[in-house]
């Protein structure tokens, strides 16, 4: 079975900080990957999305992540936070075997930014 | 565009009642809709998928007789908790799947918080 691993379950950054969060998913076949963001007492949200072509995609908010196939890994990165980053972080994959159909989900990165 | 609400965001019951959580697609189609589960401080855990006039697919674990799934219309899911109970307390959350254009993208509802009495 697909399983999405996120390795830093708690991140507490200064502003202006870099941040690195990284994902790893086990399924070898054909993937598209995803990173939702779900701020305070909001609903999920798309931040971006991977399905072909350029492996560093960019999304909203200065966020980018670069997918490396032979890692199964699809870090986000952003360069400098700010504080209304402050969110809960999904990564999440969804596989060819599935029809795409089934997104599994990473347990969470939970950001704190403090100014 | 591609907004998906809830409904109620909050509901509070007694044990042993059932409740009904309403997802709706409010500006496109959506062929299939997905029903999560998060417990707090927990990630998302797909528990069933439903295909417009189609009977629902649970994943492995979940009750399909406790938790009634239907999928009338292209733009509406519910999700019926039946006798619930404390356990079944957590944070219920829908997606849909858009009918045409990239197929590959969910777009998730609020979320209905069910705390059982």
């Known amino acids: 079975a697909q399983s999405v691993s996120q390795h830093n379950h708690h991140v507490i950054l200064s502003e202006a900080a870099s941040l690195e969060l990284g994902c790893n998913y086990s399924?070898?076949?054909?993937?598209?990957l995803f990173w939702y963001v779900q701020y305070p007492g909001q609903h999920l949200q798309l931040l971006l999305k991977y399905f072909s072509g350029d492996p560093l995609v960019k999304g909203i908010k200065g966020f980018e992540a670069e997918f490396i196939k032979s890692k199964f890994s699809f870090n986000l990165r952003k360069p400098s936070v700010q504080w209304s980053d402050t969110a809960e972080y999904f990564c999440?994959?969804?596989?060819?075997?599935?029809?795409?159909?089934?997104?599994?989900f990473g347990t969470g990165t939970r950001l704190l930014v403090s100014p | 565009g591609a907004v998906v609400s809830q409904h109620p965001s909050r509901v509070i019951c007694k044990s042993g009642t059932s409740v009904k959580i309403e997802c709706r697609s409010l500006d496109f189609q959506a062929t299939t809709m997905f029903w999560y589960r998060q417990f707090p401080k927990q990630s998302l855990m797909l528990m069933a998928t439903?295909?417009?006039?189609?009977?629902?697919?649970?994943e492995q674990g979940v009750e399909k007789d406790k938790f009634l799934i239907n999928h009338a219309s292209l733009t509406l899911s519910t999700l019926t908790v039946t006798s619930a109970h404390p356990e079944d307390s957590s944070f219920y959350i829908c997606?849909?799947?858009?009918?045409?254009?990239?197929?590959?993208?969910?777009?998730f509802g609020p979320g209905t918080r069910l705390t059982v009495t």
């Open positions: 999440a994959v969804n596989a060819l075997n599935t029809g795409f159909q089934k997104l599994v």
């Open positions: 997606s849909a799947k858009t009918a045409s254009g990239v197929s590959y993208e969910q777009y």
């Open positions: 439903s295909n417009e006039g189609s009977k629902a697919t649970y």
């Open positions: 399924y070898g076949g054909t993937v598209n």
